[in-house]
Nanobody, 127 residues
Framework: QVQLVESGGGTVQVGGSLRLSCTSSGRTFSSYVVGWFRQAPGKEREFVSAIRWSSDSPWYGGPNSAAKGRFTIARDTAKNTVNLQMNRLEPEDTAVYYC?????????????????WGQGTQVTVSR
């Protein structure tokens, strides 16, 4: 059974950095889109970033995306891992972060297009 495992969450102060990682057991990411989503208490799960593994193409969402300019998504082919480097963290970034995989040509921001999800990792940004 394929499983996704997130790691790297924790507590940091405002302005700090964290790097989240997503690994897969049972298969490679070669034909998949790997996405990162987050869910804060009382809010819906929202898109953060995604990468199409085969073309190494990142996507951070629209012009008002919170990730743009602060977060970087990248693949590590040797480790079959997708990393999300998060810099200049703000309290509003506090959430459980999930990675997920899907096989789609478009709609990378739509969580309904992702089939397999990890259990999530908590990120807390304190003042």
């Amino acid at each position: 059974q394929v499983q996704l495992v997130e790691s790297g969450g924790g507590t940091v102060q405002v302005g700090g950095s964290l790097r989240l990682s997503c690994t897969s057991s049972g298969r490679t990411f070669s034909s998949y889109v790997v996405g990162w989503f987050r869910q804060a208490p009382g809010k819906e799960r929202e898109f953060v970033s995604a990468i199409r593994w085969s073309s190494d193409s990142p996507w951070y969402g629209g012009p008002n995306s919170a990730a743009k300019g602060r977060f970087t998504i990248a693949r590590d082919t040797a480790k079959n891992t997708v990393n999300l480097q998060m810099n200049r963290l703000e309290p509003e970034d506090t959430a459980v972060y999930y990675c997920a995989t899907g096989q789609m040509d478009s709609g990378l921001e739509d969580r309904r297009n992702y089939v397999t999800w990890g259990q999530g990792t908590q990120v807390t940004v304190s003042r």
